[in-house]
C-alpha cells in the first residue's frame, strides 16, 4: 500500500526533520504582476509567492517576501538578503524564487527581470530599467560563498508584449538564455532556455502549485526533487523546465525521513496505547494508512470494553439501590410486626377482637406490599439477564471483527515482504497484540446444525431441511466425516461428504450458544444453516 502524506503530517514532525540538518535557512521570495498594459499584465506571480512562501515556512526557512517591487526595491532587497546569507555562516540554505517577467537582451546575452516600474518595453529601455539576472548570481556565489544557493526564476512569460528593436531581433523567442554552471548554485528555470513560460491556471500558475508541493515531501535530496518537478510540469503541460547546478552537497529540505518511515513511527508512539483517543490521532493522520484496518478494530475494541465497564458500573449501582430498598422494607416490616405484638398483649376481650381485626388487616397490606416487590424484582433480574446476553454477544462480535482485522492486516503486509523491504518486515513486529476471547466465548461442546436449502436449488436433495450434530473440542469440529476448526472469535469452517458424491462446505460464525452462516456444494447447490448448542 502507497502512503500518501499529507502535508499536515510532515509538519507534526518538523523539529525532528530540522535537527538532521545543521545551518540557517534564508529565503527572498519576490513576486510582481502590477505591470502596466504595455508591459503585459499577469495574473498568478501574487499567488505562486504564497504558495513557495507557505512552503518554505513549513521547512523551517526565515522569508522575505516582496510583491510588485519597482528596481530600487529589488536592488535594495537583494543586497540586504546576500548580507543576511553570509552573516549566516556555514552551512547555511539560501533560497532565491522570483515570479514575474524576464526576457534575455538578444545583442549581449544577458538575461533581466522586469520590475514594476518599468513602463514599456520600447528599443532599450528595458535593459537599463531591469535587474540583470547575472548580478544575483554573481552576488550569492561571491558574497555568500559558504552557503547552498537554490535559485528560481518562474518568468519568461508569454504575455510579455516586445515591440521596437528587441522584438525584432528576438522574433517570436522571449526566454532566458542558458548560463553556465555557478560553484554552490542550483539555478532552476520554469522552462527551457529562449522557451516562454505559462502564466495559466487558478490560484496559481503550473510550475509554482509543483514546486510547493514537492519541496515538503520527506525523503527527497533536493536535486532529485528540482527534478521530479521537472517531469511533473512536463507531463502536465508540456511545458519544460531545465536545471543548471555542479556539484552540490546532499541536502534533504523536508528532512530524510520516508513517508513510511514517520507513518511507522507515529503508529509505533501509538500501538500499545489501552485507549480509543491515541488510535484516533493515527486515523485522522493516516485514514488509509497500513495500520487503518488494526487500528479501526482496536478502537472498537476499547469502545467495547468503556461500554460494558459503564453497564458494570451501572449495574453495581443498582444492586447497591437494591439493598437500600431491602434493608429499609426489612426494617419497616420488622416495626409493623413490632406494632403486631403490641397490639395482641393481653387486653380486655373488646380490645383482644379490636387488635386482632388490626392485626390481619396489616398482614393483609404486608403481603400486597411483599407481592408488588416480589415482581419488581423478577422483572430487575430477567432485565439484567438480557442486558449480559446482549453484552456477551457484542463482545463476541467485536472480538471476531478485531481478528479479523489483525489477519487482513498481516496479510497485506506479509504479502508486501516478499519484495525485501527492510521496513515492511518492521511493521509485521509493529503489529500489537490483542487480548484473548474471554472465556464464555469458546465453543467446546455438541451442537445442532439445521440446515435448509435456498428455493430452487439442489435439485438432487428430496428434502428442504434438515439436522444433524457435530462436535467441537479444542478448536476441531469433528462428527461423522465432519472435518473442520472454529476459530476463538467464533469463526468456523467444516465439510461433510454428501451423499451424492459430492462435498459439503460450511462456513459461518458462533456466538456463545447459537450460529448460523451458508453451505455450498455447487453452483446450483447452496442453502444457510444455524446452530444452537446442546
Known amino acids: 500500500m502507497i502512503v500518501r502524506v499529507a502535508i499536515a503530517i510532515i509538519l507534526w514532525f518538523l523539529p525532528t526533520v530540522l535537527n538532521a540538518q545543521d545551518g540557517a535557512r534564508l529565503a527572498l521570495v519576490i513576486g510582481n504582476q502590477a505591470y ?11 499567488n505562486d509567492v504564497t504558495l513557495i512562501e507557505a ?6 526557512f526565515k522569508l522575505t517576501v516582496i510583491k510588485d ?15 543576511e546569507v553570509r ?6 540554505l539560501s533560497f532565491f524564487y522570483y515570479s514575474g517577467h524576464g526576457v534575455a537582451n538578444p545583442e549581449t546575452q544577458i538575461n533581466y527581470l522586469i520590475p514594476v516600474d518599468v513602463t514599456d518595453v520600447d528599443d532599450d529601455k528595458v535593459w537599463f530599467e531591469s535587474l540583470q539576472q547575472n548580478l544575483i548570481i554573481d552576488m550569492l556565489s561571491k558574497q555568500a560563498p559558504n552557503a547552498t544557493h537554490y535559485v528560481v526564476f518562474d518568468a519568461c512569460r508569454n504575455e510579455l508584449n516586445l515591440t521596437g528593436t528587441a522584438a525584432k531581433a528576438l522574433g517570436t523567442d522571449k526566454g532566458f538564455v542558458p548560463i553556465t554552471d555557478t560553484a554552490g548554485l542550483l539555478i532552476a528555470y520554469a522552462t527551457a532556455p529562449r522557451k516562454t513560460a505559462s502564466d495559466v491556471g487558478d490560484n496559481g500558475g503550473p510550475y509554482a502549485k509543483i514546486l510547493a508541493e514537492e519541496l515538503v515531501k520527506p525523503g527527497v535530496e533536493a536535486v532529485t526533487m528540482f527534478r521530479n518537478v521537472q517531469l511533473k510540469v512536463k507531463q502536465t503541460i508540456g511545458q519544460d523546465p531545465w536545471l543548471s547546478f555542479p556539484s552540490l552537497p546532499a541536502v534533504y529540505l523536508a528532512g530524510k525521513e520516508t513517508a513510511e518511515e514517520i507513518e511507522l513511527a507515529l503508529w509505533n508512539s501509538v500501538k500499545s496505547s489501552q485507549t480509543a483517543a491515541e488510535f484516533s490521532k493515527y486515523l485522522m493522520r493516516y485514514p488509509d494508512g497500513q495500520f487503518a484496518p488494526l487500528a479501526r478494530a482496536l478502537i472498537a475494541h476499547f469502545e467495547q ?3 460494558a465497564e459503564q453497564a458494570r458500573i451501572r449495574e453495581k449501582q443498582r444492586q447497591e439501590e437494591e439493598a437500600r430498598r431491602t434493608a429499609e422494607l426489612h ?46 424484582m423478577r422483572k430487575a433480574l430477567e432485565n439484567l439477564r438480557l442486558a449480559k446476553e446482549t453484552t456477551s454477544t457484542a463482545e463476541a462480535q467485536r472480538a471476531a471483527a478485531a481478528a479479523e482485522a489483525t489477519e487482513v492486516a498481516k496479510a497485506e503486509i506479509t504479502a508486501k515482504q516478499a519484495h525485501g523491504s527492510e521496513g515492511e518486515r518492521i511493521v509485521i513486529a509493529s503489529l500489537p497484540k490483542l487480548e484473548k476471547v474471554p472465556e464464555a466465548v469458546r465453543y467446546d461442546g455438541a451442537w445442532l446444525i439445521t440446515w435448509r436449502k435456498e428455493k430452487g436449488m439442489c435439485p438432487r436433495v428430496p428434502e428442504n431441511t434438515n439436522s444433524y450434530r457435530i462436535q467441537i473440542a479444542n478448536g476441531k469440529i469433528a462428527a461423522r466425516g465432519h472435518t473442520g476448526t472454529i476459530s476463538s472469535a467464533g469463526t468456523a469452517r467444516w465439510t461433510v461428504p454428501s451423499r451424492f458424491g459430492d462435498t459439503v462446505s460450511y462456513k459461518g460464525a458462533f456466538s456463545r450458544n447459537s450460529g448460523s452462516g451458508t453451505f455450498y456444494v455447487s453452483r446450483t447447490c447452496a442453502g444457510r ?3 444452537s448448542r446442546g
Not at 502596466?36 to 501574487?46: C, E, Q, R, V, Y
Not at 526595491?73 to 538578503?81: I, N, Q, T
Request: proline share 2%.
Open 305 to 307: 470494553q468503556a461500554r
Open 331 to 376: 426494617r419497616i416490616d420488622e416495626g409493623q410486626r413490632a406494632r403486631e405484638l403490641e397490639v395482641t398483649a393481653p387486653q380486655h376481650d373488646a380490645e383482644n377482637k379490636a387488635s386482632t381485626d388490626a392485626v390481619l388487616e396489616l398482614e393483609k397490606q404486608r403481603e400486597a406490599d411483599a407481592l408488588i416487590y416480589a415482581e419488581r
Open 36 to 46: 502596466s498594459a504595455k508591459i503585459g499584465s499577469l495574473k498568478n506571480p501574487h
Open 55 to 60: 512552503s518554505l515556512k513549513r521547512l523551517g
Open 87 to 92: 552573516r549566516a555562516g556555514r552551512n547555511a
Open 69 to 83: 517591487a519597482s528596481h530600487k526595491a529589488m536592488d535594495s532587497a537583494l543586497k540586504r538578503y546576500v548580507t
Open 529 to 531: 444453516f444455524s446452530a
